[in-house]
């Protein structure tokens, strides 16, 4: 069975009394049937996993360097994130994507130096809205986990997390039974090929305006392992519904 995971992005939000929002997460949920992380701006990193150790809530990066260190001014590697207390990273979010020319082959070489570290990758993969209007979806999903999944992730333990690009901060859903065709087709490409068991035990997200009032809908979907959250998870009230419904579907 797959444990179903509730993982926030607060992209490039956060100072630190947002540090009290995690404390309140961290304490409203001491014993959770779904796994949740929060994933704050790196220099909230090292205070927010002191904040949660020995709870039920950990805390992730939002993205990695490639190499494990060297001559990259401003740069942070996947050893660094996990010496903070980090024991996950988002990478390949269509933010960076777009906003720092991120590349299939730049992700799978970040993907491949957070499983060297031991941090859960969770992938992002989503087609774009012209994309998605030429029917491309599948073929755009299918290409990107080809080109930014290493192959040592067989080894090892991986998140996808299916954002479709239209639905991230405008409202916008997919309805849950196209979400559930999609995450479907990811899970095919999985098992084609990394084989049944890894793909049987991959979690596969579904991330793009989940609020609380829709949560419940897309977590009753089939092959929904969980949500990537942005907006919503940056406040206790906003997110704890949303971990609620998850932990309700499993
Ligand atoms: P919103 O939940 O704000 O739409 O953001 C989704 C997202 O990009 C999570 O990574």
Redesign the pocket.
């Given at each position: 069975m797959r444990r179903r995971l509730a993982a926030g992005?607060w992209k490039m939000h956060g100072l630190a009394d947002s540090l009290a929002a995690i404390a309140d997460l961290s304490a409203a949920h001491p014993d959770p049937a779904c796994d949740i992380v929060i994933c704050p701006p790196a220099t909230l990193i090292h205070r927010a996993a002191d904040l949660v150790l020995g709870r039920a809530v950990s805390i992730g990066a939002q993205d990695c360097h490639a190499e494990d260190a060297g001559a990259h001014t401003g740069d942070i590697s996947a050893p660094m994130l996990r010496d903070a207390g980090a024991t996950t990273v988002?990478l390949g979010?269509s933010e960076r994507r777009a906003d720092h020319g991120e590349t299939d082959a730049a992700i799978r070489a970040k993907t491949h130096a957070a499983l060297r570290a031991g941090l859960l990758p969770i992938l992002?993969v989503g087609e774009t809205l012209a994309q998605r209007e030429a029917g491309e979806t599948l073929g755009i999903l299918s290409t990107q986990l080809a080109l930014s999944l290493p192959d040592e992730a067989r080894d090892h333990a991986i998140v996808i997390?299916y954002?479709p690009v239209w639905?991230?901060?405008s409202g916008l859903t997919p309805d849950p039974d196209q979400i559930s065709a999609v995450h479907a087709h990811i899970r095919a490409e999985m098992s084609a090929r990394f084989g049944t068991e890894m793909a049987g035990a991959t979690r596969i997200l579904y991330?793009?305006?989940?609020k609380p009032a829709n949560a419940a809908s897309i977590f009753a979907a089939p092959d929904v392992d969980g949500a990537?959250?942005?907006?919503?998870s940056l406040r206790e009230p906003d997110f704890s519904p949303i971990i609620a419904a998850l932990c309700a579907s499993c």
């Open positions: 992005n988002i979010h992002c997390a954002e639905a991230i901060g991330g793009g305006s989940v990537l959250v942005g907006g919503a």
